[in-house]
């Protein structure tokens, strides 16, 4: 699919933005373009996901991380091992420009959901990609039991209308467990532990 965020397609249009966000009183600087998750401004969804998960320490996975601003703030916030991937080669490159600009050491990789992962992690967190297809974000939550520790957490951030209910379903298959963490207006954030 050429042109969407979880492409490996590089859009031809380029239109840099530059925003900056707040998290617990501290400023962040984060740069975006076309072809990228959530243009220009912090993602809702992606704001509430971080609102609502608890201190972490150890690794990080950002999954689907987009130009990194959740891993980003996170591992910065808690002092965490960071590992951002993405499919979509821009995403790439602006986390690592992103990483850089807010002081925060990322190990960045291209992979295709978990094709290219390797090792294990404390904590995954995926705001998953709700256009690629339930085939596409179940692949995630399968990659996410298998590469995170015994005790490891996955949290993700899913909306009613996007199916929150079918995403619960599934990771009580796979994880044996869902807790909902946050629930307002039809936005739900969900965590299963390892």
Do not use: W
Not at 59 to 78: F, N, P, R, V, W
């Amino acid at each position: 699919m050429k042109g969407h965020y979880f492409s490996r397609e590089e859009p031809e249009q380029s239109d840099p933005q530059i925003f900056s966000y707040v998290f617990n009183e501290n400023r962040y600087i984060f740069s975006t373009d076309t072809g990228v998750f959530s243009v220009g401004k912090m993602d809702s969804a992606t704001d509430t996901l971080m609102k609502n998960i608890p201190p972490l320490s150890g690794s990080l996975l950002d999954m689907g991380c987009g130009y990194g601003a959740m891993g980003i703030i996170l591992a910065k916030e808690y002092n965490l091992t960071l590992y951002q991937a993405d499919i979509n080669p821009r995403a790439l490159r602006l986390t690592a420009e992103n990483a850089a600009k807010n002081g925060v050491m990322s190990n960045i990789a291209a992979s295709d959901c978990f094709k290219q992962i390797q090792g294990f992690f404390d904590t995954v967190v995926i705001n998953p990609p709700i256009h690629a297809g339930k085939n596409v974000i179940f692949e995630m939550y399968e990659g996410a039991y298998k590469h995170l520790h015994l005790g490891g957490s996955l949290y993700i951030v899913i909306l009613k209308k996007h199916g929150a209910e079918s995403s619960i379903k599934y990771l009580n298959k796979i994880f044996g467990n869902c807790h909902v963490q946050y629930k307002k207006r039809g936005c739900y954030v969900l965590k299963s532990i390892r």
